[in-house]
């Protein structure tokens, strides 16, 4: 065998540096400790100890008869030297005393000249000696060296495992283990001859040896680490040694933690194409690829173990915990975009961010942080290596945090924009769709008739009841979002998380607010279809109350929303206290924004015991990112953070014995949203009924009876008191009507959630026809208001009241309709060209019915109708007479209001008395203005 023919020749070989023993293991371990395989090996193994016995012999022999001569010459050095001897303590003697005579002091000193002489020259003769050497060996080792590093089968050799060196080994083999100590030796010698000639040329070859051996060990180093499996760690050692040498060891440490994740990282990517097969196939893509990181992160977390094993051996206990963190950075670091990308899910239809998603992700990663600080707490306790006593920036518990968590913390800054995105799109994906169609268009002859009624109300109160379903389950959208901000943070966004939670409730609002226009339509509400009435000249004009009825229970769901909405605050607002306080540690107090924020900087380090506990693993995490932010958004989470400390434990977001309306405080910008929309549903219901008034009240200035004068044919006969006309009277029985149709209603169950969203309705529906009026006569925003208050509410069954009544409610919405009655009334009047007497007569007669009507539904202090009707009843220079005594009372906003009013009735009455010619022009200048503010 060829193992056999190796051995044979090594054990005749005649070399004196033959180990017996070295061999016998060498021959064993080739038999796999098989001694009866050594057998026929052991005649030569004979021999050569025979051979080995008889040198050792003639040695010894040669040693006893050269040993007398050896000693005769030591005899005769130490004889030679005694003179020397004797002659040096002579002058040390005479060195010392000083009592030596001139004549021998300068034979002396002239000795000692001599001497000293001597000595430098011995001294340079044992430095030119030493450099001799020192350049031999230079030589021998730049030989070996360049051999070496320029025979790249050597540096194989060397790379490989104690075994394969075993099976071949030759004395060049030596040379390349041999390398680091040569270089080292080359080191040691170029400093012992720098001041010789060649100084500069030696330092030259060193320079190009440690850049020839740098080259040739990366790639072969690079090589050796990217294997999965390195097993015997010692040709890293002996790369580490040589590196070492020419001063690159960090290569090693850089180049391992470079190499060793490259197979982490191939698992990570062969997830791509897995995902791409599975993704038109599952719907639990999430929890999928949750899953699969979980898995994933078990795979670093035994990569890591592995590793830490090699790193003792490879560079010691000292330097495992660095290693360990930068093996732990290389490996996450690089995958940290493609883990967002990942979360967020891109696409053709383009990203598909779920919060959902990156929650179930983000306790994955906190799993994973758990184990990480498990494994160092270990090799702390196990080798007695401090985490926190290292010297490298990096090796802190924080450090492990941020290069775990990272792919998150955009997420963090940015919180407020990818929530808003996700929350909104799930909820607009709640929004009840109108639809206007129903299957009365399907009957036929009397079936239609019959179902016409029921089928014309149905969408809108379907519309109504999926309204409401769809609040619960967007409610349930927003605790679920702040209990999932919760769990990423900590609490930290909590301000994010609202702010979020604002913009998506508007979103969800202003989609509904764009289902209003084909609401209006459906019901007939339209402001357009005013002035189509107005133009048509008819006064059959009669509410549809189906309609009415549905708009009422379209605005109850507006009042259960907001309900919901101040239930779900009060509750929240008590659950983010309590967190806030768990896991940040703090209680109400009386810091400011900016103190508690200085607060917070000065306590950043973490001890990895306290990261044991995952909610505190979190809470630290979310620290340290905050503690990045820029000081606006610091001082903003610390001024919501104290709003919410400093509040008591016990107000809750509706308590009806201290409010008639509920109210939010940390929801509130979702609430202004839901009162936007419920604004809009209340001037729906409020058109419902005062659109067909103001079309009946259109048609007032075009009354010929305002010009009417006595017929001369009729002489002097007795007048007798006019009667209301049609137009009053029919604007009269639409109030009055409104009374049976507001109160069933107002009895219901519905009450409490309608009357929630009826606040401000009065303000909201009629100011825009009081705006139309105080435009025409110019009124002051004072005397404006004060026209407005005479329907105003004065609070104080709000006060004494503990729940909304149905009395409250029917007179909330007639004071309503009823104002904006009275507004379009006075314009509409206004408007009027001309007034003559008998016109006057009749308007006071009306204005008289309409007063007791007004009284009726809760305006009984009505000073404008009131004024009017005195006014009227007087002649013309009554009348102005009035004015001036209305006018001299400027302090009263009141009486200047009236002056208006009554200086444009005046004036219609005194264009009556004007010539025929100048009268045409002005009734066509007058009609013209009308038409202008109509």
């Not at 008869?65 to 005694?82: C, E, F, I, V």
């Not at 891109?346 to 179930?360: A, D, I, Q, V, Y």
Request: hydrophobic fraction near 40%; proline fraction near 4%; glycine fraction near 4%.
């Amino acid at each position: 065998m060829q193992d056999d023919a190796v051995l044979l020749e090594s054990a005749a070989s005649a070399s004196a540096n033959f180990d017996a023993f070295a061999w016998v293991e060498e021959a064993l371990a080739s038999r796999s400790g098989d001694a009866s395989a050594l057998a026929p090996l052991v005649p030569q193994l004979a021999l050569r100890s025979q051979t080995l016995a008889q040198t050792l012999h003639a040695s010894l022999q040669h040693v006893s008869l050269s040993a007398p001569a050896l000693q005769t010459r030591l005899q005769g050095l130490q004889q030679a030297s005694t003179p020397l001897a004797r002659r040096l303590d002579a002058v040390q003697e005479a060195c010392a005393s000083g009592s030596v005579s001139t004549s021998s002091s300068a034979a002396s000193g002239k000795d000692l000249r001599h001497l000293v002489t001597l000595h430098e020259a011995k001294r340079r003769l044992q430095s030119c000696s030493q450099a001799l050497v020192e350049a031999a060996r230079w030589g021998r080792n730049v030989r070996a060296c360049f051999a070496a590093v320029e025979d790249p089968t050597l540096l194989s050799h060397a790379l490989k495992g104690d075994n394969a060196k075993l099976s071949v080994r030759t004395a060049d083999s030596d040379i390349a283990d041999n390398l680091a100590d040569r270089v080292r030796e080359m080191k040691a010698s170029l400093d012992v001859l720098k001041d010789l000639p060649g100084a500069w040329d030696r330092k030259q070859t060193m320079e190009r040896l440690c850049a020839q051996i740098e080259a040739a060990m990366q790639p072969r180093l690079a090589t050796k680490l990217r294997e999965d499996d390195l097993g015997d760690v010692a040709p890293l050692r002996w790369c580490l040694d040589v590196l070492s040498s020419v001063d690159r060891a960090h290569l090693v440490r850089e180049e391992y933690c470079r190499a060793r994740p490259a197979h982490v990282h191939r698992v990570w990517y062969t997830y791509s194409d897995e995902m791409q097969t599975e993704v038109d196939e599952k719907d639990e893509k999430e929890k999928l690829f949750a899953s699969w990181l979980g898995n994933f992160y078990g795979d670093v977390l035994r990569m890591l173990q592995r590793e830490s094993r090699n790193t003792r051996e490879l560079f010691g206990t000292d330097m495992l915990i660095n290693v360990l963190l930068e093996l732990l950075h290389n490996t996450l670091e690089p995958l940290t975009k493609s883990f967002r990308d990942r979360l967020v899910h891109s696409g053709p239809s383009g990203t598909n961010f779920r919060l959902g998603r990156l929650l179930l992700c983000f306790h994955a990663t906190r799993a994973f942080a758990g184990q990480l600080v498990q494994l160092f707490r270990s090799l702390e306790g196990e080798y007695d290596v401090k985490l926190a006593g290292n010297d490298d920036t990096a090796s802190s518990a924080g450090e492990i945090l941020s290069v775990v968590f990272e792919p998150y913390r955009l997420y963090f800054t940015e919180y407020a924009r990818f929530t808003s995105e996700a929350l909104t799109d799930a909820l607009l994906r709640l929004v009840p769709a109108f639809n206007a169609k129903t299957n009365s268009q399907e009957l036929t002859g009397d079936e239609y008739e019959e179902e016409r009624g029921a089928a014309d109300t149905a969408p809108l109160e379907d519309f109504s009841q999926r309204l409401e379903e769809a609040s619960e389950a967007a409610w349930t959208l927003v605790d679920e979002s702040l209990q999932q901000c919760y769990e990423f943070s900590g609490g930290s966004v909590f301000p994010e998380a609202v702010e979020a939670i604002g913009m998506a409730v508007q979103q969800f609002t202003l989609t509904l607010s764009a289902a209003i226009p084909a609401i209006r339509k459906y019901c007939k509400a339209e402001p357009a279809a005013q002035l189509e009435g107005s133009t048509s000249g008819s006064l059959v004009a009669s509410p549809d109350w189906s309609q009415f009825h549905a708009s009422l229970a379209l605005l109850k769901a507006c009042g259960t929303m907001e309900s919901q909405l101040c239930a779900l605050d009060g509750r929240v607002r008590v659950r983010m206290r309590e967190q806030l306080a768990q896991f940040f540690g703090e209680t109400a107090g009386s810091l400011s924004p900016r103190s508690r924020r200085k607060k917070s900087h000065e306590v950043t380090s973490i001890a990895l015991a306290d990261l044991v506990d995952p909610t505190k693993l979190v809470a630290a995490v979310s620290k340290a990112w905050l503690h990045d932010e820029d000081p606006t958004r610091q001082s903003q989470f610390h001024q919501f953070e104290m709003e919410l400390l400093d509040q008591s434990t016990g107000s809750p977001g509706f308590d009806s014995s201290s409010s008639r309306y509920p109210s939010a405080t940390v929801l509130d910008e979702a609430q202004r949203a839901v009162r936007s929309w419920t604004k809009d549903v209340q001037l729906l219901t409020y058109d419902t009924v005062f659109l067909p008034i103001a079309r009946v009240l259109e048609t007032l200035p075009a009354n010929e009876n305002w010009r009417k004068v006595p017929d001369a044919a009729l002489g002097d006969l007795p007048t007798f008191s006019m009667l209301p006309q049609d137009y009053i009277t029919m604007v009269a029985d639409l109030l009055l009507s409104l009374l049976p149709q507001l109160e069933p209603f107002a009895e219901s169950s519905s009450l409490e959630n309608a009357f929630v969203a009826s606040r401000g309705a009065q303000e909201v529906c009629v100011q825009s026809e009081w705006a139309r009026f105080g435009q025409l006569l110019h009124l002051e925003p004072s005397e404006l208001a004060t026209c407005q208050r005479i329907f105003g509410s004065d609070g104080k069954s709000a006060a004494t009241e503990p729940a909304p009544t149905a009395t409250e409610f029917v007179d909330l919405w007639t004071a309503a309709v009823a104002s904006g009655t009275l507004a379009a009334f006075l314009r509409t009047m206004c408007s009027i060209s001309m007034l003559s007497d008998m016109g006057a007569q009749q308007l006071a007669a009306d204005l008289g019915y309409f007063h007791n009507v007004l009284s009726a539904v809760g305006g009984e202090g009505n000073f404008i109708v009131d004024d009017l009707c005195r006014a009227l009843e007087m002649d013309l220079p009554a009348h102005i007479q009035h004015v001036d005594e209305l006018r001299a009372d400027r302090d009263s906003p009141e009486n200047q209001a009236l002056v208006k009013i009554n200086d444009c009735v005046a004036a219609m009455r005194q264009r009556a008395l004007e010539p025929p010619r100048r009268l045409s022009t002005t009734s066509a200048g007058s009609a013209a203005s009308s038409a202008q503010f109509n």
